[in-house]
């Protein structure tokens, strides 16, 4: 992950003094397992270029740790992209330059507003283009963005999701930097580090003199912030967060699998916020009321509801009008949210929480734990190792099995080998998939062939979900019904498609 400072025209070759770095010698260090690289490519009077270089060590980064012996530390990209670790890894490189205090004799070109370019990636972001575009566009910059082009000899993604951006405009080196360090987390939506009201300084102090007026202050404020707590503390102190425009509100696009949400948990792997993605689920909380699990209206009495608590309600109240429902599986379990809820439920008897993360069945077992001897309590959850992809003899003749926001996350042609494993062998008396309804894609006002997570490998419209249900239910002899989940609108359904498939009754006697 690299950033390029280019700066051209009257007093550019001040540069190096603003950053404390001389063009002569080669910026080399290497701490907690990263490499950082300073190295002029040119300096002149008239023309200054210093790239910035970080590359750490994927082993080193999590030898000794807590989570090291999670295969899943192993194969994500965040060390790779240009995010808050990164910002981390070259703030001590440019920290005169953020703080705006270089030698004496330079001070009074802290002030000075250059030529700048700015080139920076890569960026995996799950906000669209013209997002990314308004963030740095509000600020008088003229944006351009990359994309790789994949050649893949099977049908995936012909477009990558990673973007290198380049900013043109006319700034001072400290008001550039800080701008940077501001928004990159806010592009990637992602923090390395516990979040606390630290955060809220870095905001002020970063944002002077542009965050106030830019259209995209909440969107900018919430991605930094996260949680539902520090955000109200942020407002008590600075007044409250209002959206310009409902334009404003669908543009605040999260991640939903991998993404803190705005409240007071973290979410991790699995369908605990997973799955739908956190630019269909902020816009939802926007948008959604309390009163009903299929549909919901906006409105201004009521505290707005999630997405992902939705789904989670239309679950339980389906499995709880079940007349058999003893044992539940539930697939894909994540950190065990749901499986918490159905554990309240009367008549449930065991609850398998099958989840391949390690470090989400971590925090399952300790969500799990908190459940003991709780009152209402009808069955402690048991967080278990499992995956679609590998048949394990102890979820077969369930009473119900769940796939929350699972199915999305696996390559579509692997999945009708998986329903025929989960019909024809697993046998469960009721299965209960959820998945996201591309159609409704089109009320977030995202782009044509964009999804709603990175992860996601193909997302449905209603049409083809209805057609792969009914080709499943007739091999595996079961009956099926679908329904939606969320805000209904005209033409585009509800976000969020259910099916409930119930073995035929002549083989259940």
């Keep these: 992950m690299h950033l390029i400072i280019k700066a051209s025209g009257e007093g550019a070759g001040q540069v190096s003094h603003l950053l404390a770095k001389n063009p002569n010698n080669l910026y080399d260090r290497t701490d907690k397992g990263v490499r950082v690289r300073m190295v002029y490519t040119k300096a002149g009077e008239q023309e200054t270029e210093v790239l910035i270089h970080a590359e750490p060590d994927p082993v080193d980064l999590v030898r000794g740790t807590p989570d090291g012996y999670d295969i899943t530390q192993y194969i994500n990209d965040r060390e790779f992209v240009t995010s808050s670790l990164f910002c981390s890894y ?33 960026v995996a972001s799950d906000l669209p ?17 990359e994309r790789g082009e994949s050649a893949y000899s099977f049908d995936l993604k012909n477009r990558s999701t990673v973007r290198h951006i380049t900013l043109r405009g006319k700034q001072t080196i400290q008001q550039a930097l800080r701008q940077l360090f501001l928004l990159i987390p806010v592009l990637d939506n992602y923090k390395h580090y516990f979040i606390s009201e630290d955060e809220i300084d870095k905001i002020i102090r970063y944002g002077e003199g542009w965050l106030d007026t830019h259209p995209l ?35 605040r696009m999260t991640d939903g699998n991998r993404e803190r949400p705005l409240n007071s948990e973290s979410e991790t792997l699995g369908h605990d916020g997973a799955g739908e993605d956190r630019a269909a689920e902020t816009k939802a909380e926007t948008d959604m009321d309390t ?42 379990a994540g950190e065990g949210k749901l499986s918490a809820r159905l554990a309240y439920i009367p008549g449930v008897e065991m609850i398998a929480a099958v989840e391949p993360s390690g470090q989400s069945r971590l925090r399952a077992k300790e969500r799990f734990a908190r459940l003991q001897d709780r009152a209402g309590v009808k ?19 369930m009473d119900v099995m769940i796939l929350c926001e699972v199915i999305e996350h696996v390559e579509e042609y692997r999945l ?26 089109e009320v977030y006002e995202m782009e044509q062939k964009q999804l709603r997570h990175q992860d996601h490998r193909f997302e449905w419209t209603r049409e083809q979900f209805s057609m792969r249900c009914a080709q499943w239910a007739e091999k595996g002899d079961y009956a099926y ?29």
């Design 379 to 397: 069955a402690v959850p048991e967080a278990m190792l499992g995956s679609l992809f590998y048949f394990d003899e102890q979820m077969q003749h």
């Design 217 to 251: 202050k909440e969107l900018i404020v919430r991605r930094t912030l996260h949680f539902a707590e520090l955000i109200r503390t942020y407002e008590r102190k600075h007044g409250a967060l209002i959206v310009e425009d409902a334009g404003t509100v669908q543009a």
């Design 481 to 509: 019904g679908i329904s939606g989940i969320g805000e209904h609108k005209e033409g585009f359904g509800q976000p969020t498609q259910l099916v409930k498939f119930s073995r035929r009754k002549e083989e259940q006697a």
């Design 90 to 122: 070259i703030r001590s490189a440019l920290g005169t330059a953020l703080n705006g205090k270089p030698k004496e004799d330079y001070t009074q070109w802290v002030d000075h507003v250059f030529e700048l370019e700015l080139t920076f990636g890569p």
């Design 129 to 145: 283009d013209r997002v990314v575009e308004e963030l740095f566009s509000a600020l008088g910059y003229d944006v351009a963005m």
């Design 291 to 332: 009163t009903d699990t299929d549909t919901a209206e906006l409105s201004s009495d009521t505290a707005p509801v999630r997405l992902n608590e939705l789904r989670y309600r239309a679950i339980t109240d389906i499995v709880a009008s079940l007349p058999n429902k003893r044992r539940i599986v539930d697939m894909g």
């Design 416 to 441: 009708d080998r998986i329903m025929d494993t989960i019909l024809n062998e697993y046998r469960p008396e009721v299965l209960l998939v959820t998945t996201p309804n591309k159609e409704y894609n």
